[in-house]
């Protein structure tokens, strides 16, 4: 095969990374939640970006952590997280993951305070209100 058409297959291939497997959308969402849950947002992104280019080599790390790993994690899961890592385009679609999960929470977080001050009556302190619970009664009460 010659390099122009190798180079032409190689450009119409531009499609986009090839799609998850259901196990995999299930486990990257899984990992996903756990960052937003311990809220470890900005660090986690922050440790994904700068470790991007390097991927695969934090791939194979795993393999060697494998037998250290096997006790605190479902083997499986951490096989198929580990082939998941050692495509480029997966570390950007995690990315995007932990970020639109931790927009959803902060989207929840909000609401949740909009209603609660939203339940909250306006209470006012008046120094000397009166013993009838009348706003507009604003004597002090009497000294016996």
Do not use: C
């Not at 190798?6 to 259901?22: D, M, Q, S, V, Y």
């Not at 970020?99 to 929840?108: F, I, K």
């Not at 305070?113 to 507009?136: E, V």
């Amino acid at each position: 095969m010659s390099f122009k058409r190798w180079f032409e297959g190689r450009a119409g291939a531009k499609e986009g990374p090839p799609p998850l497997t259901e196990r995999e959308a299930e486990l990257m969402e899984k990992v996903a939640a756990k960052v937003v849950e311990w809220k470890m947002t900005v660090p986690a992104i922050l440790a994904l970006e700068s470790v991007k280019p390097l991927n695969y080599i934090g791939a194979q790390a795993m393999v060697f952590f494998e037998p250290f790993v096997q006790a605190l994690f479902n083997i499986k899961d951490y096989d198929t997280f580990r082939e998941m890592m050692e495509r480029r385009e997966t570390m950007e679609r995690l990315l995007l993951k932990i970020e639109e999960l931790d927009a959803r929470a902060l989207a929840r977080e909000k609401e949740a305070r909009r209603q609660r001050r939203a339940q909250r009556k306006r209470r006012w302190w008046w120094p000397f209100k009166s013993s009838s619970d009348n706003p507009n009664d604003s004597t002090p009460p009497s000294a016996s």
